[in-house]
């Protein structure tokens, strides 16, 4: 199946700073990446989602690169803000079969 | 918004016991997941129905876990017996379809074996 390896596991940035999350996928088949914001105790919701034929793709303070020759993508938020703290997990899709990274830990310091 | 219905929010149990855990997808939403995610970990696939079929069950623990979902809406998922490493939060989330088709999850039922 696929694997899919999330780095780093957590990250502390000032606020303002940019942070920058990066993952790697094992399948090149992969198609569809999605990201996911996690608040401590909440339900995982999508933030943005590339698919394999876009390179990049922007909504406001966030964006998403994919890489596919090298099989990686990343997830940018710059000018972050204390509501930016969070569980930020990336995932890769092969068809319908939705695998995880085990998260990032975001932390904006005021 | 619409949102994925979960109950409990959180159960207790005891090891050995029987727990069931039910969820009530957004209305339309063909495909249905589990999802078992241990504290500091992504959530991991359990169970993935289309409508009312199963489409992969690969990863669920057979032995112990059933999932169901009759009439292609809600669905129950039960673990007998229980055990002490089930302790974790258990996600259900729907979409459109099964294709690439973005994920909604429920709040979740924070599962204790004690």
């Known amino acids: 199946g696929e694997n899919v390896e999330q780095h780093p596991s957590t990250l502390s940035v000032q606020e303002g700073d940019s942070a920058v999350i990066k993952c790697t996928y094992s399948?090149?088949?992969?198609?569809?990446f999605p990201w996911y914001k996690q608040e401590l105790g909440k339900r995982p919701q999508l933030i943005i989602d590339?698919?394999?034929?876009?390179g990049e793709k922007k909504d406001q303070r966030i964006a998403v690169t994919l890489n596919k020759t090298a099989k990686h993508f990343s997830l940018h938020i710059t000018e972050t803000q204390p509501e930016d703290s969070a569980v930020y997990f990336c995932?890769?899709?092969?068809?319908?079969?939705?695998?995880f990274g085990a998260g990032t830990t975001v932390t904006v310091r005021a | 918004e619409a949102e994925v219905a979960q109950s409990p929010r959180y159960k207790i149990t005891e090891k050995s016991q029987a727990v069931a855990f039910w969820c009530d997808p957004i209305?339309?939403?063909?495909?249905l997941y589990w999802y078992r995610q241990i504290l500091g970990q992504g959530p991991e696939l359990l169970v993935q129905?289309?409508?009312?079929?199963?489409?992969?069950d690969s990863q669920l623990p057979k032995d112990r876990f059933s999932a169901e979902r009759l009439k292609g809406v809600d669905s129950t998922l039960k673990i007998q017996p229980a055990e002490l490493g089930d302790s974790a939060m258990y996600l259900c989330?729907?979409?459109?379809?099964?294709?690439?088709?973005?994920?909604?999850f429920g709040n979740g039922t924070r599962l204790t074996v004690t």
């Open positions: 399948d090149s088949a992969s198609n569809y």
């Open positions: 209305s339309g939403h063909a495909t």
């Open positions: 129905f289309q409508d009312e079929s199963v489409v992969d």
């Open positions: 989330a729907s979409s459109q379809s099964s294709y690439n088709s973005p994920l909604h």
């Open positions: 995932a890769a899709s092969i068809d319908y079969k939705l695998s």
């Open positions: 590339i698919r394999s034929n876009v």
